[in-house]
């Protein structure tokens, strides 16, 4: 009976005199006379559960202590420390009921204990091998979910059904960060756990970028397998929308805000999802795209207020994208001398400068399109954050500048940093064209001016050049409008026009700005490389021009050197071009190539090239 007794307690994790504790574990004391050498290696098997129990409690002892210290942090660990619990309080039971029979028979054999505990003999030191992952890692967020799930992947029902006992004491803490964000767009205050986080910004960051679609980001690491990439996006788009409604009811008054009926029902959904007892990955995908298409539509209401959606992205296109393109041709005159130096502590104000007279001129400066449009310099390896420069190590304004266009709120979710970056690297390229073509265009009045010279003859090779030039620059311009701007802007309309969700408006969005970036070569070095290049040999042609009243003594070896330039810069951008499966690029080498001129040039230089 003693020995029973002692057995008991050892089972409970405490170790006495005959049942001692060793660096290796709980093990009975050797050498006992009432003990037989069989009986000893079973009751050293059961020592291993009295062992795997005293670990587990002093796990869960030491994480329940720390919740006095910091309550609102490891809530998963600590989840699971309560759902391991409940596994224990099972084994307790067990426990209860052998310490009855034993009071009752007290000759009951030790392979009776061994049957009864057979079970947890799988069980506890599967739950200590989750501890002891979430020790060594020190996991402490809800990739306690991951460890959980796999693990319950076990060909023994008993740890299944154990693991599943502990994933679901960590769901209530996922479904509660769930209903937070999807019912009313907040994170709570152990967010740093969750699969979605809100962005780091330095303390002086601007409203608008705080309350802007990027200022969340979903962390990969930490969503679970059986949640997919997918959903999780939704969840994501879900709270941001949520937030947007939170805002227009303070900004625009309470009606733009969900109604009570709204949030019970998607509340009602999401612990429709708590109350089950495994996770349904259909179901639970099911039920966020229900809250993601109700949210969707409604949020597509408040971004269509007043057509503002429509008038937002024409305006976009009208300045970024040089839609109103006199204003631009203007404003290159008017800030002709500002983009030429580097950039100074007034460069922002000169630059603005230039853009308001440019747009006095046209007597287009009252619009409020206009108005909310202001010229930026922007930091060079600019991330998407705002980070005008003071002073830039670019030698001139060319490489820095930018716009910034003020969004109304609800807009601002699909209108953000980001969005505006690839904005800006658009507007750089198109106004360096459009900068290009100008100026091989000044050259062409000059060269009209001189048509009834006697230079005229001798100077054929310098106006053959410029005919070059602004026969590739001024391809390139039409395809750019014509086959890529023109086609994804009105693809884009359609596409809004035919899916009244803000979900389906931000991904078409999307979908318009890739196009264009992927058909405007930015996301090709060698080619955009190749451009500037190009650009850049076009710009001392012009200078070289401009700056000799008489082009007669426009130095033979510096012409011969920007000739030489151009033909191996323009051979190779073709040769490029030539290898990108592309429809519309197609056009713009039909154009560029119609009369065989860059075919016929690659081709000699490649026989050149074999016969050497």
Not at 32 to 45: C, H, I, M, R
Request: a negative charge; hydrophobic letters at 45%; charged letters at 20%.
């Amino acid at each position: 009976e003693a020995m029973y007794h002692e057995l008991l307690l050892m089972l409970a994790g405490h170790p006495g005199d005959l049942f001692v504790q060793r660096s290796d574990g709980i093990k009975v004391q050797q050498g006992l006379p009432f003990v037989q050498a069989g009986e000893e290696d079973l009751l050293n098997q059961l020592c291993k559960l009295g062992t795997s129990y005293a670990h587990l409690i002093q796990f869960i002892e030491q994480r329940t202590a720390s919740t006095f210290s910091s309550p609102s942090s490891d809530v998963y660990v600590r989840a699971m420390c309560r759902g391991i619990d409940v596994v224990l309080e099972e084994y307790r039971r067990v426990l209860l009921a052998l310490e009855e029979t034993l009071m009752r028979d007290p000759g009951t054999p030790l392979s009776h204990l061994q049957h009864t505990l057979h079970v947890f003999q799988h069980v506890l030191p599967a739950l200590v091998s989750v501890i002891q992952i979430v020790q060594e890692e020190n996991i402490k967020d809800c990739t306690v979910l991951e460890l959980l799930h796999t693990k319950a992947q076990s060909g023994i029902p008993a740890v299944q059904a154990a693991m599943h006992n502990v994933v679901y004491a960590c769901h209530n803490v996922m479904y509660s960060q769930l209903t937070a964000w999807l019912i009313y767009g907040q994170l709570s205050t152990a967010s740093r756990e969750f699969f979605i986080q809100a962005n780091a910004m330095p303390n002086d960051a601007p409203p608008s970028l705080r309350k802007s679609w990027d200022s969340y980001h979903l962390v990969a690491a930490l969503l679970p397998s059986y949640i997919s990439a997918v959903t999780a996006e939704k969840i994501l788009f879900t709270g941001k929308a949520v937030q947007a409604f939170n805002s227009a009811s303070r900004d625009l008054g309470p009606a733009h805000a969900l109604s009570g009926a709204e949030e019970s029902e998607f509340l009602d959904k999401i612990d429709g999802l708590r109350r089950q007892d495994r996770f349904d990955a259909i179901h639970f995908d099911v039920v966020i795209e229900e809250i993601r298409s109700k949210i969707g539509q409604r949020l597509w209401r408040l971004l269509n207020q007043n057509n503002q959606l429509h008038t937002t992205i024409e305006m976009l296109r009208d300045y970024f994208l040089l839609g109103k393109g006199e204003l631009f041709a203007t404003f290159l005159e008017e800030a002709r001398i500002v983009l030429r130096i580097p950039p100074t502590h007034t460069s922002q104000h000169d630059a603005q400068a230039a853009f308001v007279r440019a747009a006095s001129m046209l007597q287009i400066d009252a619009l409020e399109s206009f108005q909310r449009c202001a010229v930026e310099i922007w930091a060079p390896g600019y991330e998407g954050a705002e980070d005008p420069v003071e002073e830039a190590t670019a030698s001139c304004l060319w490489p820095v500048i930018g716009l910034r266009i003020d969004i109304p709120p609800p807009l601002q979710l699909i209108f953000y940093g980001t969005v505006f970056h690839r904005y800006n690297t658009l507007f750089r390229f198109l106004l360096s064209v459009r900068r290009v073509q100008n100026e091989l265009h000044k050259c062409w009045s000059k060269q009209g001016r001189m048509k009834d010279t006697d230079s005229w003859e001798r100077l054929a090779p310098v106006w053959m050049l410029r005919a070059k030039m602004s026969f590739l620059v001024d391809n390139l311009q039409h395809y750019i409008m014509s086959d890529v701007l023109n086609v994804h802007f009105h693809a884009l309309q359609e596409r809004i026009a035919s899916h009244p969700d803000s979900d389906a408006v931000h991904q078409a969005h999307e979908a318009y700005l890739t196009a264009l970036m992927g058909e405007t070569f930015r996301f090709m070095p060698a080619v955009r490389k190749g451009m500037d290049t190009i650009f850049e040999t076009c710009i001392s042609f012009t200078e070289l021009v401009q700056r000799h009243d008489d082009l007669l003594k426009i130095p033979e070896m510096n012409f011969k050197e920007v000739e030489k330039n151009f033909e191996t810069q323009s051979n190779f951008l073709f040769r490029m071009l030539s290898g990108v499966k592309n429809r519309s690029l197609n056009q713009l080498l039909l154009r560029i190539d119609f009369n065989k001129y860059f075919s016929r040039s690659l081709y000699t230089s490649m026989k050149a090239a074999e016969l050497a």
